[in-house]
């Protein structure tokens, strides 16, 4: 009962902090995609794909493997370790940056604008070394608040500051300026929470101990890097700033209204699977739960992209923005693949298996992610390019969780199993919405409105209707049933 409190407590913070910093940065994008070009965009996206690579090579897996480290085999010095060799390769990737990446970016891209921007760019690469250790610390005691607190109030003064610096023209400058915000005011908030200061120790042994997990967890990152970024790559290289702009448009969005939800699950799950990793029958409860929930959150809010998408885009970022209406609508069917599950890889990590989800993640990338990109952004394009993403999203599923059904007993047939309802149930008010703007056409304004209003009543009944007693549950579990719901009905009652 104690981990499930830790869970829904966790949950609920994390889901905070992650749809408070996500929903302040959608909005902050809105408002900065009404003054800045879909080239701007682009420019931030080609820049991405290198700085990321360096940054996820230079975390090596570090703050994965503390939090699926036992407790009572962890100590100071492991701790120490850890951040002194982050900062140590921080450094000497943020050199690179700026030596070798920067020059060899504006040759690829054939974007000279790129050797100015990258150096500014990668200081949030140097900065987030200093909180990673003390947010890792917090994750590792399932405590979620002050996390809560530090990125919503740092994504808040980045936007501010982005918004500000973008009326007075500053153009890719702004985006640019909006990391170092975020990252040096979250670095500040985290360690005023923890008051952590490292030991001035390196100790060879905690280094061995750490990296044997965490090389697994470093090799398939940089997999899953490639695989979320080739598109970038191929896009920017083949097409041009504009079209990958429009490309990252779609992708923002998509991830914005549902990646952060499964990063919120999976940021709790971790260390709750963790610390449970001797019993497979109790991560497979959990691990069911968890997707139910998830399905039920994914599928409504991609509804809602796939059959809004085109007032969504003119009404809220104007038509210079239209042609990312299409690959937002695909993105959005391929997301939903996310919302079948939660990430299979956390449940390898969790019970010391990172080699299997390093495995899984190269095979994919070669055998799937690589190919059917490069295929459709060769031949169709930017929705093409998307296309190919919702092929690999398919392939996926399948290909990891068999690795799941391996290690906890899941098949994936009780995850299609959990998901047929809803996804039925979202098909049937996507078509009547469609079918309801044919027959009377309205502005895009109304659109939207009329739309998101259907869209909302018809998922609601449905889960009135069919899901009422994983509500109760929620609602049980929660304390919202008390606290809320019952005082509510008798006030109405009265």
Request: charged share 10%; proline share 3%.
């Amino acid at each position: 009962m104690r981990l499930q409190n830790s869970i829904v407590s966790g949950l609920g913070w994390t889901s905070l902090s992650s749809f408070g910093s996500q929903g302040l940065k959608l909005l902050f994008k809105l408002v900065l995609a009404k003054l800045l070009l879909p080239e701007d965009y682009g420019i931030i996206g080609m820049a991405a794909v290198f700085i990321g690579f360096i940054e996820v090579v230079s975390e090596m897996g570090m703050v994965s493997a503390l939090i699926q480290r036992p407790k009572e085999k962890l100590h100071s010095h492991h701790y120490a370790t850890a951040f002194w060799l982050n900062v140590a390769i921080a450094l000497l990737g943020y050199g690179l940056i700026v030596l070798i990446v920067s020059p060899l970016a504006v040759w690829f891209y054939e974007e000279p604008i790129l050797g100015e921007v990258m150096p500014l760019l990668a200081l949030p690469f140097i900065f987030n070394t200093f909180y990673a250790i003390p947010k890792a610390k917090l994750s590792k005691n399932l405590k979620f608040k002050s996390q809560a607190v530090a990125e919503v109030v740092s994504v808040l003064a980045g936007g501010i500051i982005a918004i500000s610096l973008a009326f007075q023209g500053w153009g890719v400058w702004a985006l640019a300026w909006n990391g170092i915000v975020v990252s040096l005011l979250a670095a500040l908030i985290y360690w005023l929470y923890v008051r952590w200061f490292p030991e001035f120790v390196f100790s060879r042994q905690a280094f061995h101990e750490l990296f044997g997990f965490g090389s697994k967890v470093m090799v398939e990152r940089i997999f899953h890097f490639f695989t979320l970024n080739v598109d970038y790559l191929l896009i920017g290289k083949l097409i041009g700033g504009t079209a990958l702009g429009a490309y990252t448009l779609g992708f923002v969005l998509t991830n914005t209204l549902v990646k952060q939800l499964t990063n919120v699950m999976n940021k709790v799950m971790f260390p709750a699977y963790s610390s449970i990793q001797k019993s497979k029958d109790a991560i497979a409860k959990y691990f069911l739960r968890i997707s139910k929930m998830s399905q039920l959150l994914v599928f409504p809010l991609m509804l809602g992209l796939v059959v809004l998408a085109k007032p969504i885009i003119q009404v809220g970022f104007g038509t210079q923005w239209m042609i990312a209406v299409v690959p937002l609508q695909i993105l959005a069917l391929a997301t939903i693949l996310n919302g079948l599950s939660a990430n299979a890889t956390v449940i390898m990590r969790s019970v010391g298996r990172s080699d299997l989800s390093m495995k899984l993640s190269i095979s994919s990338t070669l055998l799937s992610t690589i190919p059917a990109v490069t295929i459709g952004a060769i031949f169709f394009g930017i929705n093409g390019a998307a296309t190919g993403i919702l092929i690999d999203r398919i392939f996926r599923f399948f290909w990891y969780q068999r690795t799941v059904h391996r290690l906890i007993g899941v098949h994936y047939l009780s995850l299609l199993e959990m998901a047929w309802k809803p996804l039925l149930a979202c098909v049937f008010i996507g078509g009547l919405t469609k079918l309801l703007y044919y027959l009377y056409p309205v502005s895009s304004w109304a659109h939207l409105l009329i739309g998101s209003v259907l869209i909302s009543t018809g998922y609601l009944w449905y889960l009135l209707s069919f899901e009422r007693e994983l509500l109760d549950k929620v609602l049980v579990v929660t304390k919202i049933q008390d606290k809320v719901v019952t005082p509510v009905v008798k006030y109405i009652n009265s």
